[in-house]
């Protein structure tokens, strides 16, 4: 049997991808962030899974304006990364979970979650600096991915009900699988932060310190919130937010807060991150 | 009843992407998309008018990129992910490019950014002005 032993969150941010792949890291800038993730790879050393699921949202780098899926799942051999117009990232091809995927899509979609099924997908930074942030700088990444990318860009988006239900689906499907592995799932994004108009810039923190304890203790009464609170209380893009519901709702209903970090700024956004344990695991 | 949509004209300085505005912006937003192609980016930096008359662009979303306002293109129906191509041809970082919807200079975003970021208060709602 598969099991979901443990989940993070992490916001996604280019600029950090940059500052990784330029060997900027260590400026005072950005090192307070990184400091912020040295608990998380020494921890990740230790807890390597089979497989990641991992939540994110394209930033029309593999989508366009012609096509909008609300959940996409990855379920090729390899997802490349994308070039967003710097060049692609310098980081190692990304290796799925096609047997696992495939029994993803039939159980999520019999569970009535209409997933779009992606067999030729590029990834761009909302799905590779989480794994450069967790896992540095390898030859090659240390687990496979599942990408699940979800529409946070045109509105509607998901509800953060649907989001929390998606996860508790895929918990069902894979704990229905028969081969013995190890998963995780991460939800990227977030938190508060806008990239548009006058408002951009806008950072609440005890909104994102909120949301912190409510996604551990409170994820019931979370999924309840609607995308006006968000927008307002988050800013347009800490609309990113609801795809934590989804690793929240697949470490099922306790967990055990090992690790969490914040800190302001990174580029426009407050960079949040989370490490939770399923407590069945 | 205020629609789904509509209530987000309360939050004030903002433009949430809907699907009215993806229309609206469907040209303008695949223009961008264009320019992941580096012989575009080429093509594009040669002769931006000339570039922007071959598509199917409207004139007022010429005329807000050609002016690199970006606040007149999210009106236009643009969505800053696509105009992201945009900027990024103009070796423009997300910061550079979104502090300039804001009226202020980079150097005094950058610092709103370094103190903690805009705080909420006065920019949850229009109605409520809180």
């Not at chain 1, 962030?33 to 991992?54: C, H, M, Q, S």
């Not at chain 1, 989508?63 to 692609?88: I, R």
Request: glycine share 8%; net charge negative.
């Amino acid at each position: 049997m598969a099991r979901i032993t443990a989940g993070l969150t992490t916001s996604h941010i280019p600029a950090v991808g940059a500052a990784i792949d330029l060997g900027k890291t260590g400026e005072p800038y950005w090192k307070p962030v990184f400091d912020g993730y040295e608990w998380t790879k020494a921890w990740a050393k230790r807890n390597v899974p089979d497989v990641v699921i991992l939540v994110y949202n394209d930033h029309m780098s593999a989508f366009t304006p012609e096509v909008v899926p609300t959940f996409a799942l990855g379920c090729g051999d390899e997802f490349p990364p994308a070039d967003e117009g710097y060049g692609p990232r310098p980081v190692p091809v990304v290796e799925g979970h096609p047997e696992l995927a495939a029994h993803l899509a039939e159980g999520l979609i019999l569970d009535e979650f209409d997933l779009t099924l992606m067999y030729d997908l590029r990834v761009d930074h909302g799905l590779t600096v989480p794994l450069s942030l967790v896992y540095g700088q390898p030859e090659r990444w240390p687990v496979r991915v599942i990408p699940l990318a979800v529409n946070v860009v045109q509105y509607p988006p998901p509800t953060a009900h649907r989001c929390y239900r998606l996860g508790q689906a895929i918990r069902r499907a894979v704990r229905a699988y028969d081969t013995d592995l190890t998963v995780h799932v991460w939800g990227t994004g977030g938190m508060s932060h806008q990239l548009q108009g006058p408002r951009a810039g806008f950072i609440n923190t005890p909104y994102d310190k909120a949301f912190f304890d409510r996604l551990v203790s409170d994820p019931d009464g979370l999924a309840e919130v609607k995308h006006l609170e968000l927008v307002r209380e988050a800013g347009a893009e800490g609309i990113e937010l609801v795809m934590w519901l989804i690793m929240r709702g697949a470490l099922g209903a306790e967990v055990e807060e090992l690790y969490r970090f914040y800190h302001v700024p990174g580029s426009n956004t407050a960079v949040g991150h989370l490490v939770l344990r399923a407590a069945d695991s | 009843m205020t629609s789904y949509t509509a209530e987000f004209d309360d939050v004030p300085g903002t433009r949430v992407f809907t699907a009215s505005r993806a229309k609206k912006g469907y040209e303008l937003n695949q223009f961008c998309m264009s320019l992941m192609k580096p012989e575009n980016r080429e093509r594009f930096k040669a002769d931006e008018r000339a570039y922007l008359d071959a598509t199917k662009m409207t004139e007022a979303q010429k005329r807000a990129v050609l002016d690199r306002d970006y606040n007149a293109m999210l009106d236009e129906g643009g969505q800053i992910y696509f105009l992201a191509k945009i900027f990024a041809t103009d070796g423009q970082s997300y910061l550079q490019a979104v502090s300039t919807m804001t009226g202020m200079p980079v150097d005094e975003y950058q610092r709103m950014m370094l103190s903690g970021g805009r705080s909420p208060d006065g920019w949850r709602s229009v109605k409520d002005g809180n």
